[in-house]
């Protein structure tokens, strides 16, 4: 790989990073606003209301950026990057599709990812914990305890797609797929892509935020364009953790179309699975942070742990 070649794939990828996660900010407006018969997005702007992502970032960039006089001032300023940039840093080691359409193939891909991700959620600790905000401080504990809460099974399932593929690499991964695998990992599939929607806090696990008892979680005392990032970070989230699904449990780039056409294939997964993140946000209410917790520690991990050995088994069985 010479030096054009990285800069291309650097630059391709920072191009996805500033423009995918706004197309699904976009279709959640046009989406929810179906859904829950929303005036607003509809008609902003004049056809289909086009200009309505364009409304909001107008008024992020026209309001006061403030930093409370009692927060640590390094730290709060800090978090939002650390919250959004990690997934920059995933979208570079995604295959898009064969031939080498990655941004930097990396041996144990699918464990740096896992790793990476994990920072971008210490981002909101970090917004919660500098804020001087009592709300701020419960939605970052809150935050804590969703993390390693739902770790655990989004690592147990990928590590199911590892085993069967035996290999971490993600384009290894890519190329050991088999279309029978989608029913044989349909559980890690639901965990994963369940634990992934926690650790993004989409709803309805979106109990650290929870407007309705404290205010806005650790976001409570961000204004302008650093809470803007904190929103392009949920919807970078939601791209990742899209993307991610299908090529681990979905197969990527394999489909009905031609190998050169597999990028296609991998988007058209990735926003049939954004399409149900959003879905999801109308469909169901918040849950409760009891219920929340129990549906970590009793569902998703043993499902985690049965897909595992079922892996294991049919390993045997093949080998």
């Given at each position: 790989?010479n030096l054009?070649?990285?800069v291309?794939?650097?630059?391709a990828?920072?191009?996805?990073?500033?423009?995918?996660?706004?197309?699904?900010?976009?279709?959640?407006?046009?989406?929810?606003?179906?859904?829950?018969?929303?005036?607003?997005?509809?008609?902003?702007?004049?056809?289909h209301?086009?200009?309505?992502?364009?409304?909001?970032?107008?008024?992020?960039v026209q309001?006061?950026d403030?930093?409370p006089s009692?927060?640590?001032?390094r730290?709060?300023?800090?978090a939002?990057?650390?919250?959004l940039?990690?997934?920059l840093?995933?979208?570079?080691?995604?295959?898009?599709?064969?031939?080498?359409?990655?941004?930097?193939?990396?041996?144990?891909?699918?464990f740096?990812?896992?790793?990476?991700?994990g920072?971008?959620v210490?981002?909101?600790?970090?917004?919660?914990w500098?804020?001087?905000n009592?709300?701020?401080?419960?939605?970052?504990?809150?935050t804590?305890a969703?993390?390693?809460?739902?770790e655990?099974?989004?690592?147990?399932a990928?590590?199911?797609?590892?085993?069967?593929?035996?290999t971490?690499?993600?384009p290894?991964i890519?190329?050991?797929?088999?279309?029978?695998?989608?029913?044989?990992?349909l559980i890690?599939?639901?965990?994963?892509?369940?634990?992934?929607?926690?650790?993004?806090?989409?709803?309805?696990?979106?109990?650290?935020?929870?407007?309705?008892?404290?205010i806005?979680?650790?976001y409570t005392?961000?204004t302008?364009?650093r809470?803007a990032?904190f929103?392009?970070s949920?919807?970078?989230?939601?791209?990742?953790?899209?993307?991610l699904?299908?090529?681990?449990?979905?197969g990527?780039?394999?489909g009905?179309?031609?190998?050169?056409?597999?990028?296609?294939?991998?988007?058209?997964?990735?926003?049939?699975l954004?399409?149900?993140?959003?879905?999801?946000?109308?469909?169901?209410?918040?849950?409760?942070?009891?219920?929340?917790?129990?549906f970590?520690w009793?569902v998703?991990?043993?499902?985690?742990?049965?897909?595992?050995?079922?892996?294991?088994?049919?390993?045997?069985?093949?080998?």
């Amino acid at each position: 790989m010479n030096l054009f070649d990285t800069v291309l794939r650097c630059v391709a990828t920072l191009v996805v990073f500033l423009t995918l996660p706004l197309v699904i900010g976009q279709t959640e407006h046009k989406v929810m606003a179906h859904m829950q018969g929303r005036l607003g997005p509809m008609y902003a702007g004049g056809f289909h209301g086009w200009a309505q992502l364009i409304a909001d970032g107008v008024k992020f960039v026209q309001k006061e950026d403030i930093v409370p006089s009692g927060a640590d001032r390094r730290i709060f300023q800090l978090a939002p990057a650390v919250s959004l940039l990690p997934y920059l840093l995933v979208l570079l080691a995604i295959p898009v599709g064969p031939g080498g359409f990655v941004g930097q193939a990396v041996d144990a891909g699918l464990f740096f990812v896992l790793a990476v991700m994990g920072v971008g959620v210490i981002g909101k600790l970090m917004a919660g914990w500098a804020s001087a905000n009592k709300f701020s401080l419960l939605g970052g504990l809150r935050t804590a305890a969703q993390l390693m809460s739902y770790e655990l099974p989004m690592v147990l399932a990928a590590a199911s797609v590892a085993m069967a593929a035996g290999t971490l690499s993600l384009p290894g991964i890519m190329d050991a797929w088999q279309w029978y695998w989608i029913p044989w990992q349909l559980i890690g599939g639901f965990v994963f892509f369940t634990a992934g929607l926690a650790e993004l806090q989409r709803p309805p696990f979106d109990m650290p935020i929870a407007d309705s008892e404290i205010i806005f979680g650790a976001y409570t005392e961000y204004t302008g364009l650093r809470f803007a990032l904190f929103l392009l970070s949920e919807y970078a989230g939601i791209l990742v953790v899209s993307a991610l699904t299908a090529v681990l449990f979905l197969g990527g780039w394999h489909g009905p179309l031609p190998d050169q056409l597999g990028w296609l294939w991998t988007l058209l997964k990735t926003f049939a699975l954004a399409f149900v993140v959003i879905w999801l946000r109308v469909t169901y209410p918040r849950l409760r942070e009891d219920q929340l917790m129990r549906f970590a520690w009793t569902v998703l991990i043993p499902l985690a742990l049965v897909q595992l050995a079922l892996t294991g088994i049919i390993k045997v069985a093949i080998s």
